[in-house]
């Protein structure tokens, strides 16, 4: 279990963090600078200006087992089994969104790190054969703050706006021009791989994998929404199927 946390800034005020939960391994730029925004839903002009310099922050623990149930008689004692969970705990408050609204937000994570890991595998090994039946699954994650297709704009008016009103002049208070960049988030998921080696002499082996055994279909989220999250879109990555073999001389 290692969990190792270093700060550290240059002279142009770029401040970056190395991190190593387990195997993750980090590197993050944390000066952002927000746009300027207009005010949202107010009948009164407002322009509001963010310089953001925060820190990010990650942590977490990671434990795992591996054993073999060598206690068996003969061919069962190659059976075995290897499991690990991770957990992080991170914020980027340096990392804008803008919601549905209009409204500025720093309170996502750091880009691509679930909160939650977990693996876990069957194995076998037992002379010329060696077996790994695997599954995965992770939490979901932050994509972007900042993605095509979901930080565009909208005139939001109020009933009594006059026809043809121009919303983003200052001196307008019946209606606002809105700009949003929502965060996408990708949803939990979960594959499951096959792989299985024979090896009849040091010389040569001859391997299968099997990549996405469940056909597990990816989706990714919106936020930014009053009600919380809504679908964007679904991945599916299909099953992937390699056999290979290898000589030594």
């Known amino acids: 279990m290692e969990a190792i946390d270093r700060l550290g800034g240059d002279e142009d005020g770029r401040v970056e ?27 009164e002009p407002r322009r509001d200006t963010q310089c953001v310099l925060a820190a990010d922050r990650h942590e977490g623990v990671e434990t795992g087992a591996h054993t073999y149930f060598d206690f068996l008689p003969g061919p069962l004692k190659g059976f075995g089994v290897d499991a690990n969970y991770t957990f992080i705990d991170s914020k980027n408050p340096g990392d804008v969104y803008y919601d549905i609204s209009g409204m500025p937000h720093n309170d996502v994570p750091l880009v691509g790190l679930s909160r939650h890991n977990f693996n876990a595998a069957l194995i076998y090994d037992y002379k010329i054969w060696s077996a790994r039946l695997a599954y995965s699954w992770r939490s979901d994650y932050l994509l972007s703050t900042n993605a095509n297709g979901v930080n565009g704009n909208y005139n939001y008016y109020s009933a009594n706006t006059p026809g043809g009103t121009n919303c983003q002049s200052p001196s307008v208070t019946t209606c606002q021009y809105i700009k949003i960049a929502l965060p996408v ?21 001859v391997t299968l994998q099997v990549a996405n055994l469940g056909n597990t279909i990816v989706k990714s989220f919106a936020g930014g929404y009053p009600g919380g999250q809504y679908p964007r879109n679904w991945f599916m990555s299909d099953r992937h199927f390699n056999l290979s073999a290898g000589l030594k001389f």
């Open 17 to 43: 963090t190395e991190g190593v939960v387990g195997a993750v391994e980090i590197v993050v730029d944390r000066l952002r600078n927000a746009d300027d925004r207009e005010g949202v839903f107010l009948m």
């Open 185 to 205: 988030y990708s949803g939990a998921y979960g594959q499951l791989d096959f792989g299985l080696t024979l090896r009849p002499s040091e010389h040569y082996y």
